[in-house]
T-cell receptor, first 112, second 114 residues
Framework: GDSVTQMEGPVTLSEEACLTI???????????LFWYVQYPGEGLQLLLK?????DKGSNKGFEATYRKETTSFHLEKGSVQVSDSAVYFC???????????FGGGTRLMVKP | NAGVMQNPRHLVRRRGQEARLRCSPM?????VYWYRQLPEEGLKFMVY????????ESGMPKERFSAEFPKEGPSILRIQQVVRGDSAAYFC????????????FGPGTRLTVL
């Protein structure tokens, strides 16, 4: 079946450090790929998306590139801030399906 | 434009009671999805509904759980005879069209079963 695997957290970084959160997927078709962010006590917010191979999604300094050859969609940011502390979820959506399939989430903690 | 609304935000029930979770989609959205997030886990799909129709309930437990999205009013996720294992955050999402890959999430209802 379709699945998403993320690196386990927590990931602890100092402010202004570089961030990479790995995400790989398994899918029977050609999915759209997403990163969602969940701040403490809140729901999920869409961070960025990419709908086809080699597309790059970007938002708020975060970016991720849809790599079909490695079935990956790693999240990157060049300089993290304390306010980026949250749980990040990678997800896929198959056009023939009805639901998002999520990874287990990666908690990011940024220290001043 | 209000986002997806869910209520209550927190719900406490004793074992054996019923839990009713409500979701009002974004304006103009007629497709609703329910997901469950167990502690320290990712979200798992439960059910997809359109107005007055259940389209996909492949993620719903076979017993005690039901969902509806009536012509008027919010979508309701109902859990009968709750057990401690039902304690989780339940999120609703909506999209404007079928097969919409971009879903907008509500703040969730955190259910605690004592």
């Amino acid at each position: 079946g379709d699945s998403v695997t993320q690196m386990e957290g927590p990931v602890t970084l100092s402010e202004e450090a570089c961030l990479t959160i790995n995400c790989t997927y398994t899918a029977t078709g050609y999915p759209s790929l997403f990163w969602y962010v969940q701040y403490p006590g809140e729901g999920l917010q869409l961070l960025l998306k990419a709908t086809k191979a080699d597309d790059k999604g970007s938002n708020k300094g975060f970016e991720a590139t849809y790599r079909k050859e490695t079935t990956s969609f790693h999240l990157e940011k060049g300089s993290v801030q304390v306010s980026d502390s949250a749980v990040y979820f990678c997800a896929l959506f198959l056009n023939a399906g009805n639901m998002l399939t999520f990874g287990g989430g990666t908690r990011l903690m940024v220290k001043p | 434009n209000a986002g997806v609304m869910q209520n209550p935000r927190h719900l406490v029930r004793r074992r054996g009671q019923e839990a009713r979770l409500r979701c009002s989609p974004m304006k103009g959205h007629s497709h609703v999805y329910w997901y469950r997030q167990l502690p320290e886990e990712g979200l798992k799909f439960m059910v997809y509904l359109q107005k007055e129709n259940i389209i996909d309930e492949s993620g719903m437990p076979k017993e005690r759980f039901s969902a509806e999205f009536p012509k008027e009013g919010p979508s309701i996720l109902r859990i009968q005879q709750v057990v401690r294992g039902d304690s989780a955050a339940y999120f609703c999402a909506s999209s404007p069209f079928q097969g919409g890959d971009t879903q907008y999430f509500g703040p969730g209802t955190r259910l605690t079963v004592l």
